[in-house]
């Protein structure tokens, strides 16, 4: 089936520091991606919705500044924590809704997370 | 507002048994409906999908669920559950407006030899 590819899978970073996370869908174009955040045992929280070539739109309570977005291809959305603390701790998990490709059209295909932890 | 709700936590059953995951959902219109499953560590695995038709689904690795409007559910079951199934189980409904998925809490899976 259709690949989404997340990296890195895990990363560690002092706090202060920014972290990027991409995610990439490697044989569909994806025009919507949606990022998530999932805390140890609970559910997946929408982060923000990201779409190619334009701002993305963040869930209420998301901070824009803190959780920076850019899809700048078709294939290709960023995450970048800024000034990461360790309450950003946490699995950042991506989905990608193909426009073109491989996969019937508009069908989501999830990466595989990004562990983010901040010392 | 749409919601989902799964309201087991956790489920413990024996190698070989059935299985019932419940799912409740909150949504206007007709729901598009998703059972994924997570492994610890991993990202999620589609295991089937309800748009319209049948209310009967078939999934992969034996999985089926059913829609019932009536009770604004889709619960997942399989008949004969096996150690590798055990993970985490997220029922989901999508947005037909903006394609958003919101999940439910989660059904941990646990299988006893």
């Known amino acids: 089936g259709a690949v989404v590819s997340q990296h890195p899978s895990w990363v560690i970073c002092k706090s202060g520091t920014s972290v990027k996370i991409e995610c990439r869908s490697l044989?569909?174009?994806?025009?919507?991606m949606f990022w998530y955040r999932q805390f140890p045992k609970q559910s997946l929280m929408l982060m923000a919705t990201s779409n190619e070539g334009s701002k993305a739109t963040y869930e209420q309570g998301v901070e824009k500044d803190k959780f920076l977005i850019n899809h700048a291809s078709l294939t290709l959305s960023t995450l970048t924590v800024t000034s990461a603390h360790p309450e950003d701790s946490s699995f950042y998990i991506c989905s990608a809704r193909s426009a073109s490709g491989r996969g019937r059209t508009g069908e989501l295909f999830f990466g595989e997370g990004s562990r983010l932890t901040v010392l | 507002a749409q919601s989902v709700t799964q309201p087991d936590i956790h489920i413990t059953v024996s190698e070989g048994a059935s299985l019932e995951l419940r799912c409740n959902y909150s949504?206007?219109?007709?729901?598009?409906l998703f059972w994924y499953v997570q492994s610890p560590g991993q990202g999620l695995q589609l295991l089937l999908k309800?748009?319209?038709?049948?209310?009967l689904v078939q999934g992969i690795k034996g999985f089926e669920a059913e829609f019932k409007r009536s009770q604004s559910s889709f619960n997942l079951r399989k008949p004969s559950v096996h150690w590798s199934d055990a993970a985490e189980y997220f029922c989901?409904?999508?947005?037909?407006?903006?394609?958003?998925?919101?999940f439910g809490q989660g059904t941990t899976l646990q299988v006893k030899p």
């Open positions: 044989d569909f174009q994806a025009t919507t």
């Open positions: 309800y748009f319209s038709g049948d209310t």
């Open positions: 949504y206007g219109a007709t729901p598009y």
């Open positions: 989901a409904v999508r947005s037909s407006n903006t394609g958003k998925l919101i």
